[in-house]
């Protein structure tokens, strides 16, 4: 099993430019999430899914838009990218209410 | 223990030396915990967890300590090595309640000595 994977691990973007970052599990779980990770700002949630077609906002949602069409993935959009977001993103995913398993991160840079 | 503005506290230990990482949770509705590891570059990696009907733990080499009286959860890593140097998060979650969202605490850089 690969468990969490993230496409891509590294992108840079200019201000305004849009992107999407892709997330996979292949555990068949059904919670997914979706963080940010700053230099001593610990983890923060972006958005979540608890199954398949859902979506939820989590702690910092502003200026990302997120998708759950198939249950394996998770999508999470920048629809106009700013130096603010400038961070590394990290997807997880769960059974439950319970233990994370993360991704590698994508390690994105805003100019 | 959890870290204030832009430093994350750093507990530094020599290679076979017991380490213990502290964590002053926030809810006292939480009932589940967890420790995770991060390795630089790399995404955190579970590690050991606990329940509150649990006060004590134990996994390979790491036991978590819990204790609800004063919000307190405790990783120890006995005979440290080169490889347990990384970041240590705790996290926390009221697993019953309405929301059950990890909320992470700000991490504890571990260093370790040869």
């Known amino acids: 099993n690969a468990g969490v994977t993230q496409t891509p691990k590294f992108r840079v973007l200019k201000t305004g430019q849009s992107m999407t970052l892709l997330c996979a599990q292949d555990?068949?779980?059904?919670?997914m999430y979706w963080y940010r990770q700053d230099p001593g700002m610990g983890l923060r949630l972006i958005h979540y899914s608890v199954g398949e077609g859902t979506t939820a906002k989590g702690e910092v949602p502003d200026g990302y838009n997120v998708s759950r069409l198939k249950k394996q993935n998770f999508l999470l959009g920048l629809e106009s990218a700013a130096p603010s977001q400038t961070s590394v993103y990290f997807c997880a995913s769960s059974w439950g209410r319970d233990t994370q398993y993360f991704g590698p991160g994508t390690r994105l840079t805003v100019l | 223990g959890e870290s204030v503005g832009l430093h994350l506290p750093t507990l530094s230990v020599q290679e076979g030396d017991n380490s213990i990482i502290n964590c002053a949770y926030s809810?006292?509705?939480?009932?589940?915990f967890i420790w995770y590891k991060q390795e630089s570059g790399k995404g955190p990696q579970f590690i050991i967890d606990?329940?509150?009907?649990?006060d004590k733990r134990q996994g390979q080499r790491v036991t978590v300590l819990l204790n609800k009286t004063v919000k307190h959860l405790s990783l120890q890593i006995a005979a440290t090595q080169p490889g347990d140097s990384a970041v240590y998060f705790c996290?926390?979650?009221?697993?019953?309640?309405?929301?059950?969202?990890?909320?992470f605490g700000k991490g504890t850089k571990l260093s370790v000595k040869p």
């Open positions: 996290a926390e979650t009221d697993y019953g309640g309405s929301q059950g969202n990890l909320i």
């Open positions: 555990m068949n779980h059904e919670y």
């Open positions: 809810n006292s509705a939480s009932d589940y």
């Open positions: 606990i329940r509150s009907n649990m």
